[in-house]
């Protein structure tokens, strides 16, 4: 059973990608060969790859990396080690990163990967060779210019130091330097960026502070759910928080926890660090049903776990006025349109959770100049750079009368278009 609901939300998603990306195509009318070339990925590996267990036993992991397009640069986005990745999931996922760094304005394409595994079945140095033997069957498919890999579900900081270490460990001693920025998301000590660990979370508490200025709305006292709360459901708590937001429910892998006065973002950390991750069992709040989770009352829903987990069959028990997409895709093409129909805005995750994309940028232009820049700094160039993606999807949305999902794909599309027109198709 479980497998059937993980095959259907990994084809749920290409299907929303393509439906989004097909949308948006009619709307601006997109150059049919060029819409050709986006409708597919450039290149795809599956790699299958003994590890040894702590115990001896030898088990055979899969692989993937699928770069969809570099058109703008080199190919960027994240690992994910969890049961639902595959080929399909990282199509999807490797699309929507493309969008997303169109539309931030980086010189970025898309990639996206991982491996099929339930990470919390091993213990660390397992993963830790796990990962070291996936970096090594990736080999120069990825590259500090031409692929760079970075953090995503159940991957962190420690893994990509691992990526980091066994790749550099494949170069002449000569141009090991030359290669810290062959992924991003590394811990600070290893050459990371100040602040790239909140960055996700500060991004789509931005972009709703963003919103909330422009419809006049002010963040005190409002109440949000979030569902996951792994790195960027933590920080994006944390900045709501300070902003006078009030957490009333929050759902992970362990359960769906409620507290109509308030849950203390750092209380609840406290315990997830003390009970592997999980918010179940949380003192100040009160277990509910996972299928009542999105039905919760609240004025502000973010999704921040896995992508199609709002679907047709629970937007309607949505009460927020407001869904900001911290995951990729978190909310299905048939749920969204019941939603608009409803009046539920929505901040698209190519826009939505872009800060994370934004951070791993300025990690890698650190690296590759030899620079190290403070947090307050790194902060201030994000706050800059979301802004600017934030006011051009608020004004082609209100120019042309279309939804912010659509308004942001077609900026981001459009900007693909324009390259391939002016450099043209080899040969």
Request: charged share 20%; proline share 4%.
């Amino acid at each position: 059973m479980i497998a059937k609901q993980q095959k259907k939300l990994k084809q749920g998603m290409l299907d929303n990608v393509m439906r989004q990306f097909n949308y948006s195509a009619d709307n601006i009318n997109l150059n049919p060969n060029i819409r050709k070339i986006l409708s597919i990925t450039n290149n795809e590996l599956v790699v299958h790859f003994p590890v040894k267990m702590d115990n001896g036993d030898v088990e055979v992991f899969t692989g993937y990396r699928v770069q969809h397009n570099n058109a703008l640069g080199p190919y960027k986005g994240g690992l994910r080690y969890h049961p639902t990745v595959d080929i399909d999931a990282a199509r999807a996922l490797a699309m929507w990163m493309t969008w997303k760094t169109s539309l931030a304005g980086l010189p970025y394409g898309g990639a996206k990967g991982g491996i099929q595994l339930d990470p919390s079945k091993y213990s660390q140095a397992e993963l830790e060779r796990i990962t070291r033997r996936f970096t090594y069957a990736l080999g120069d498919n990825i590259g500090p210019e031409l692929d760079i890999p970075a953090p995503d579900v159940n991957t962190n900081p420690q893994t990509m130091a691992w990526i980091l270490d066994t790749y550099m460990s494949t170069k002449a001693p000569s141009e090991r330097s030359k290669n810290m920025h062959v992924v991003t998301g590394k811990p600070v000590g290893a050459g990371g960026s100040e602040g790239r660990d909140r960055a996700t979370g500060y991004g789509v508490f931005l972009s709703i502070k963003f919103w909330a200025e422009n419809k006049k709305v002010s963040l005190k006292d409002k109440k949000y759910i979030v569902q996951g709360f792994g790195n960027v459901g933590y920080w994006t708590s944390h900045f709501l928080e300070n902003e006078g937001a009030i957490l009333v429910g929050v759902q992970d892998a362990s359960g769906s926890i409620i507290n109509e006065n308030g849950i203390s973002v750092e209380d609840l950390y406290k315990h997830t660090m003390q009970h592997k991750g999980a918010v179940a069992g949380f003192n100040d709040a009160t277990p509910i049903l996972n299928e009542n989770f999105f039905g919760i009352n609240c004025d502000i829903c973010v999704p921040a776990a896995l992508g199609n987990q709002i679907t047709a069959n629970n937007a309607d028990s949505i009460k927020a006025f407001l869904i900001a997409e911290g995951a990729n895709g978190p909310t299905d093409v048939e749920a969204e349109k019941i939603l608009l129909e409803k009046g539920v805005a929505i901040i698209p995750d190519i826009l939505c959770n872009s800060g994370g994309v934004i951070g791993s940028y300025y990690e890698w232009l650190q690296n590759r100049n030899g620079e190290i820049w403070q947090l307050d700094e790194v902060l201030e160039k994000m706050h800059k750079k979301l802004k600017e993606s934030f006011n051009k999807v608020m004004k082609t949305a209100l120019e042309k009368d279309i939804d912010m999902r659509t308004a942001a794909f077609n900026i981001a599309i459009e900007r693909l278009e324009q390259a391939y027109v002016q450099r043209g198709i080899f040969p």
